[in-house]
């Protein structure tokens, strides 16, 4: 046979490489005059044909990657993987025949019927039928791409992807399979008929409809997805581990299948182009199910409950602050395996599988890009609903209310005292089946700030004050300096380039963007005599900006930057997991980020406003905000600004920029 021969051959035996069997085993030990042996090996049945992969099991550990044997005085090399032996039954007569195999200097004794395959009387008919089974597998899969990109279970880029490459492969291998000659054809069709057995449930199993009903795990999924539209957080996270799990039978037994192809695959010449069928059409459909099982792409629940991210929260006396916890994910990672955690069993069997995979890359290695893989992936995701606070260690703190406002959890404490106050309190979740529960600091600060300010044009503010500072909530949009004197505006960018003393303009110089993000301003204006901010506020200093990253780290930062940028964004964004009004895509937001989304915890409501360029160009709205300092930075022409942008959770408070720059400003409380 021809290796494009031997190509369509192993074509078929490599897709089933994932199937699942249940054929019995017989127990076979060492022989009685030789010493104790380490354990039992067995296989998997004792009945086979000519061409047929065996399998041996053992229950101890194999340390060597073949081990000798003597198969009807003909010596042969078992494959071990995985605590698994392998061979290829040779071309020989139906009789009874003994196989020996030595392990560890142990002699294990296994006997073997062979049988004859049936006779394949018409090798055309035969073949042309089993590449229709196969075109036929490859076509439902694609009509149940279309139908899980319809329940919205695929995304639709995805799924166009997949559907082109299936095409590709039906028409190569309509094309591959017209091309084999009768002898050709009489050879697959005996070696495909000699594992037809494990073939035919990889058929059923690979199938759409098996996926889609008649598993045991679906009920695990089905009653998951009702919990998690309902809100119900952590109860769905563990259905979603449960149905993990559930569908780790199938990786043990997928294992055993790769090991299998890979020793037939090891008889085959690796330059031949039998690795290229199996990248058209088996590492599809292994890429498919790892991912089903969620291993190398999904994540997992861990054991952690957290509310804001924070040791110690702070308060202002009788004032709303937004309360949300965070429920933590992460992949099943490779350090699970030897971690004797929960996952351990999970990540181990896991493990074999990546195994078993990488001794079929040994022989083919063009196709590690369909491995799979473990990772260590993380995320958080916030949620407020069923949640309350119970056992306020403060009689001198009372809780005033707490209910969902705009689907934020508005928490509201209050003290008569005018000292502020510490206290702890219990944070529970409970949805009814899950109940979990978290001890929390907290400060109730006295307010200094009044509700709102007004600026020389009359345009009112809302205020927050975090820690002792008292701020705007929103970007500065006068037109007038707080004395009246109104502030130039300059809409030609080659003017406001050549500029050395204050001036205004709208982003785009469009003044729609003004009740949104509010005006930008060259350093000239802020730095002017008239004053930029109202009677009684200022423009903050670079000491005042670190004083705000200090009070909601806890800690200072000696490079200019802090990680607390999510917590001060506004939750206005394109895709935000906080959904309700948080997720949108009407300005004022910020673009979306697959990693960072506002929070806004401590109500600075942080909005993208842009900026200008010393030239008098514009960065658009959306993307990111930088805001002045009334301080001068290393040369003269520089001022210092604090920046926050939608790909990172960093504020940036050390460096400059021109002050010819039109930036955003935010006003402090004297």
Not at 395 to 409: A, C, E, F
């Amino acid at each position: 046979m021809t290796k494009k021969t031997l190509n369509y051959a192993f074509f078929i035996l490599l897709l089933s490489s994932l199937t699942i069997t249940n054929w019995s085993c017989d127990k076979i030990f060492g022989k009685e005059d030789e010493e104790e042996p380490e354990g039992i090996i067995t296989a998997e049945k004792t009945s086979l044909k000519s061409g047929e992969v065996c399998m041996l099991s053992a229950d101890f550990e194999l340390t060597s990657d073949s081990y000798p044997a003597n198969f009807n005085n003909e010596y042969i090399y078992l494959i071990a993987n995985n605590n698994s032996l392998f061979f290829v039954v040779p071309n020989i007569e139906a009789g009874t025949y003994s196989l020996v195999a030595t392990v560890n200097e142990i002699d294990y004794n296994f006997s073997f019927d062979i049988i004859q395959s049936q006779n394949i009387e018409n090798p055309d008919q035969y073949v042309g039928n089993i590449k229709q089974e196969v075109i036929a597998l490859i076509e439902n899969n694609i009509l149940f791409t279309s139908e899980l990109v319809a329940v919205g279970l695929m995304d639709s880029i995805e799924a166009v992807n997949n559907t082109s490459l299936w095409y590709t492969y039906i028409s190569e291998i309509n094309q591959q399979f017209e091309s084999l000659s009768e002898s050709d054809k009489l050879e697959f069709a005996q070696m495909y008929e000699a594992n037809r057995d494990w073939i035919d449930e990889f058929m059923a199993l690979t199938s759409s409809s098996y996926y889609k009903s008649g598993w045991d795990c679906k009920p695990i999924f089905d009653a998951g997805r009702l919990e998690h539209e309902e809100g119900n957080t952590f109860t769905a996270a563990k259905y979603a581990l449960e149905y993990k799990f559930c569908k780790l039978e199938k990786v043990q037994t997928i294992t055993s299948y790769v090991n299998k192809v890979t020793t037939l695959l090891s008889k085959i010449d690796p330059l031949s182009y039998m690795a290229t069928v199996w990248e058209m059409v088996v590492t599809p459909i292994i890429d498919r199910i790892s991912k089903e099982l969620g291993i190398n792409k999904d994540e997992v629940i861990g054991d952690d409950f957290e509310d804001d991210n924070k040791v110690n929260l702070t308060f202002i006396n009788n004032t709303p602050k937004n309360i949300f916890a965070t429920i933590r994910y992460r992949s099943v990672n490779q350090s699970d395996v030897n971690a004797g955690n929960s996952f351990s069993s999970f990540a181990g069997i896991y493990n074999q599988f990546i195994s078993s995979f990488q001794s079929f890359l040994n022989i083919y290695p063009d196709n590690n890009a369909f491995a799979p893989f473990f990772s260590n992936n993380s995320k958080s995701i916030p949620f407020n609903h069923y949640m309350e606070i119970l056992n306020i260690s403060n009689s001198l703190v009372v809780l005033k209310s707490s209910s969902i406002v705009d689907d934020n959890w508005e928490v509201v404490f209050e003290t008569d005292k005018t000292e502020d106050q510490t206290f702890t309190y219990d944070l529970i979740y409970n949805d009814g089946k899950t109940e979990l529960s978290k001890t929390i600091s907290a400060t109730l600060t006295i307010n200094i700030c009044p509700p709102t300010v007004i600026d020389a044009d009359g345009n009112v503010y809302n205020t927050v004050q975090i820690g002792t500072q008292c701020w705007m909530k929103e970007n500065l949009k006068t037109t007038s300096y707080k004395n009246g004197i109104s502030i130039p505006y300059e809409s030609d960018g080659n003017n406001w380039s050549n500029l050395s003393t204050g001036a205004y303009v709208w982003n785009k110089n469009d003044n729609s963007w003004k009740d949104i993000y509010g005006a930008l301003y060259n350093w000239y204006a802020v730095d002017n005599v008239n004053g930029l901010c109202p009677e009684g506020w200022h423009v903050p200093g670079w000491e005042e900006w670190k004083a705000l990253t200090v009070y909601i780290e806890g800690v200072p930062s000696d490079d200019g930057q802090s990680p607390i940028a999510d917590l001060l964004k506004s939750c206005r964004q394109v895709d935000s997991p906080m959904g309700g009004n948080c997720n949108t895509a009407d300005h004022p937001r910020w673009t979306d980020s697959n990693i960072y989304y506002g929070t806004d915890n401590y109500g600075f409501s942080a909005l993208p406003g842009g900026f200008r360029w010393t030239d008098g160009g514009f960065s658009w709205p959306g993307y990111n905000t930088k805001w002045w300092s009334s301080e001068n930075f290393d040369k003269g022409y520089m001022a210092r600004m604090a920046e926050i942008d939608h790909r990172y959770n960093l504020i940036w408070f050390g460096s400059g920029e021109d002050k010819k720059y039109g930036l955003s400003v935010r006003c402090l409380k004297d």
